[in-house]
């Protein structure tokens, strides 16, 4: 497929999903923030009750061209529309299949439209892309990259961020809340889960980032997460020092100790409710713990994104910035980090990561989020796997294996993702 055309840039009515999609387009393209009025050399984003008015303003020259996401709404709400149906299933896109549910559109595809095995996805008619996908294009999973990609031949070559991806393990070897919980795994497995982890990064070269806290409990004292994890955390160290691991600031305890002492309530959203100066505090303890053990953190995440709004100051006076959690718009939210991907991997197929890539290709940069309690996580749901031969794979190597693998991707650092993401506006 070819391109429709370069264009100027993008516009959507302001404060509604399509300027937030527009946002999110306008950073990945490298084009001037969306506007709120049409221009011949624009490109409009919509939803299907304003498909309509878009498409008289595209056939009259007022617009370049524009893409109607059809979202949730009923047919009746754009007449110009072909009609649409929902179906659930795992469609293949030319060889790269995802699950879930999915809206098909009655016609072929056209010039730069999208088919899958189940159907049409987008067509491509006079100057106007018909995307039955939800309204923030399913951002944050797996199910909708096949949007972007349509999107892609509309707005022509975008700016591309390199093929890159950053995947990312949270709370290894333990937490505080695990050890409260009574599901802390011991030193000795976490070093042979560690081992396996690193062979892994070395036969595919990538980088794998830890998400650590600093303390654990020990005898209901707090103390440093290496008397508790003593092995796992200095083999950590040479993983870091080999250019395999990078560590990511996670926190000091992650829990609130006050509530857990006081009442035994187990609340492991540290930072969700702390004033700047004890974020600060906190923040100064664990980079201190991290620079004598490991390496000083360059990114920084808050146990369930919990962030209050003097943490994020706190982080921000110290030039560490902070993932937030996936949303639309540009992936550099001031000095932070957005992530693309939630942490289960909506939409993932069995065991078809190619998906992943394909988002690179694009330039959306897939960051990849596995949790140390939560490792095994399919294995012990065996319905979000299709088959016993499946099970049986991933018992032997778990999608935290399996993902470095894919070609397509270069899996780095988060400290170099963080730079490259920061860069991307400003070289534009």
């Given at each position: 497929m070819s391109s429709a055309g370069r264009f100027e840039g993008l516009c959507a009515t302001p404060d509604t999903p399509a300027a937030h999609v527009a946002e999110l387009l306008s950073w990945l393209w490298g084009f001037p923030d969306?506007?709120?009025?049409?221009?011949?050399?624009?490109?409009?984003?919509?939803?299907?009750?304003?498909?309509?008015?878009?498409?008289?303003?595209?056939?009259?020259?007022?617009?370049?061209?524009?893409?109607?996401?059809?979202?949730?709404?009923?047919?009746?709400?754009?007449?110009?529309?072909?009609?649409?149906?929902?179906?659930?299933?795992?469609?293949?896109?030319?060889?790269?299949?995802?699950?879930?549910e999915f809206r098909l559109i009655d016609a072929t595809p056209g010039?730069?439209?999208?088919?899958?095995?189940?159907?049409?996805?987008?067509?491509?008619?006079?100057g106007v892309l018909d995307l039955a996908a939800p309204d923030d294009l399913g951002w944050g999973t797996l199910r909708s990259f096949w949007a972007l990609e349509a999107v892609s031949h509309v707005l022509g070559t975008p700016r591309r961020l390199p093929a890159v991806g950053c995947l990312r393990?949270?709370?290894?070897?333990?937490?505080?809340?695990?050890?409260a919980q009574g599901n802390a795994k011991e030193d000795a497995k976490q070093l042979r889960r560690l081992s396996s982890l690193r062979r892994a990064c070395e036969r595919s070269g990538s980088v794998l980032n830890f998400a650590v806290a600093a303390e654990a409990l020990d005898g209901g004292a707090r103390v440093p997460l290496d008397r508790v994890w003593p092995r796992c955390i200095e083999q950590l160290g040479d993983g870091v020092r080999a250019g395999r691991f990078e560590p990511v600031c996670h926190g000091l305890l992650?829990?609130?100790?006050?509530?857990?002492?006081?009442?035994?309530?187990?609340?492991?959203?540290?930072?969700?409710?702390?004033?700047?100066?004890?974020?600060?505090?906190?923040?100064?303890l664990a980079l201190a713990w991290h620079e004598a053990k490991l390496a000083r953190p360059r990114v920084f995440v808050a146990p369930a994104w919990g962030y209050s709004e003097g943490s994020i100051e706190a982080l921000a006076e110290r030039g560490l910035p902070a993932w937030l959690p996936p949303r639309p718009g540009p992936l550099a939210d001031g000095p932070n980090l957005r992530e693309t991907l939630t942490s289960d991997l909506i939409g993932l197929h069995r065991l078809d990561y190619s998906p992943l890539a394909r988002l690179a290709a694009v330039g959306v940069p897939p960051t990849v989020t596995f949790h140390g309690g939560l490792i095994d996580s399919r294995t012990t749901r065996p319905r979000d796997v299709a088959g016993a031969v499946d099970l049986a794979r991933l018992l032997l190597?778990?999608?935290?294996?399996?993902?470095?693998?894919?070609?397509?991707?270069?899996?780095?650092?988060?400290?170099?993702?963080?730079?490259?993401?920061?860069?991307?506006?400003?070289?534009?």
């Open positions: 969306p506007v709120a009025e049409n221009a011949p050399g624009l490109v409009r984003l919509a939803p299907s009750d304003a498909g309509a008015e878009v498409r008289r303003a595209v056939s009259g020259g007022r617009l370049g061209a524009a893409i109607v996401i059809r979202g949730d709404r009923p047919d009746a709400a754009d007449p110009g529309a072909s009609p649409s149906r929902r179906v659930e299933g795992s469609p293949s896109f030319d060889g790269s299949r995802v699950a879930g010039e730069f439209g999208v088919a899958s095995s189940l159907g049409t996805h987008a067509t491509w008619s006079s393990l949270d709370d290894f070897p333990g937490t505080a809340q695990h050890q992650h829990l609130d100790p006050d509530l857990y002492e006081s009442s035994g309530e187990i609340e492991f959203r540290e930072f969700a409710a702390l004033s700047h100066e004890e974020a600060g505090r906190r923040i100064d190597a778990r999608d935290i294996v399996r993902v470095p693998r894919i070609a397509g991707v270069d899996w780095i650092g988060a400290g170099d993702f963080a730079e490259l993401i920061a860069g991307h506006r400003a070289s534009g």
